[in-house]
């Protein structure tokens, strides 16, 4: 799938082109409605299924102060919409100056920028543009005047409530993950780049990959059994996210650190994405270092016990 960052960018030829747009964030059961709706009308009129998205959540620009937290990185949501078989994915660069830009002003851009657009794709209660001020009936009405097929997706339920972003982050919130992987139609899973840590868990025997995890929504602080993928291959692993209180640290950080079984290297500056298998304990402070290192020993023992392995 290529990543282009200008409908110009599309190396396309005559070919027409079918677009989804969203936000996409966890590319969830909705989304992939939306998203194998664009690939079946792209591949009946022999045209490019084109998904679009944005560099961050619009609501980093809009609404700072009420941004929610992401359920996927980047490379995750690519990932996952690789997986419906889009064949590109433009990704917009959302700031303040395409913030303030009309609803259908978007739309008669991305038109323009495509050339020939056969068919457009969103959720039935889609809104863009500045103010929020466009939706599905918009984008009939251009679709009209411009020539494209508009589907607004209704939404798709689970346990009779509309599955949406919202209730995925709410499930995780609460260490819900089936409810969350049910959502998602996949395994919940965090991804992050592996950070250089303080190196503690190498000095007492338990070294760990430490994960920046910056903007995402995570689970209760505890410590669960887990598995972690980094440079293609799957590790059985124990998963610490808290902010070690037996360090008595003045300005504690919340850590997100993984210990993988059975492995030694260093993995600095890679992509390391775990999968939740089962929680083993909540965090606790410990009287001592060395009383921290027992309890981690058992939470190794208890990990490779865990369901799933």
């Known amino acids: 799938m290529n990543v282009i960052n200008t409908p110009k960018d599309l190396v396309n030829g005559s070919r027409k082109v079918c677009l989804a747009i969203g936000v996409f964030d966890g590319v969830h059961l909705g989304h992939q409605q939306i998203i194998r709706q664009t690939v079946t009308d792209a591949r009946q009129h022999e045209a490019a299924a084109v998904v679009v998205t944005f560099d961050r959540h619009p609501g980093a620009i809009v609404a700072p102060d009420r941004v929610p937290p992401l359920i996927y990185s980047p490379s995750q949501k690519l990932r996952a919409i690789e997986s419906l078989g889009a064949d590109a994915l433009l990704v917009i660069q959302f700031d303040k100056q395409f913030s303030e830009q009309t609803g259908e002003a978007f739309v008669r851009d991305l038109i323009g920028g495509f050339g020939r657009v056969q068919s457009l794709c969103v959720g039935a209660d889609f809104v ?65 780049r592996i950070v250089e840590g303080d190196r503690l868990g190498s000095k007492i025997g338990f070294p760990t990959a430490n994960l920046d995890v910056t903007g995402l929504i995570l689970p209760p602080n505890g410590v669960y059994a887990a598995r972690a993928t980094v440079r293609g291959q799957t590790h059985r692993a124990v998963l610490n996210i808290g902010h070690r209180p037996t360090l008595q640290n003045p300005t504690p950080q919340l850590r997100f650190e993984v210990h993988l079984l059975d492995f030694t290297g260093n993995l600095y500056g890679e992509e390391m994405e775990v999968t939740f298998a089962a929680k083993l304990r909540d965090e606790k402070k410990f009287p001592s270092v060395e009383a921290l290192r027992e309890q981690i020993q058992r939470d190794v023992a208890a990990s490779r016990k865990s369901a799933g392995y």
């Open 128 to 192: 863009f543009g500045h103010k929020r001020g466009g939706n599905v009936e918009l984008l009939k009405k251009l679709g009209s005047e411009l020539q494209f097929t508009v589907h607004g997706a209704a939404a798709v339920s689970l346990d009779g409530q509309a599955v949406s972003s919202t209730r995925i982050r709410e499930a995780i919130r609460a260490g819900n993950f089936d409810a969350a992987s049910q959502m998602l139609g996949r395994a919940y899973s965090v991804a992050g």
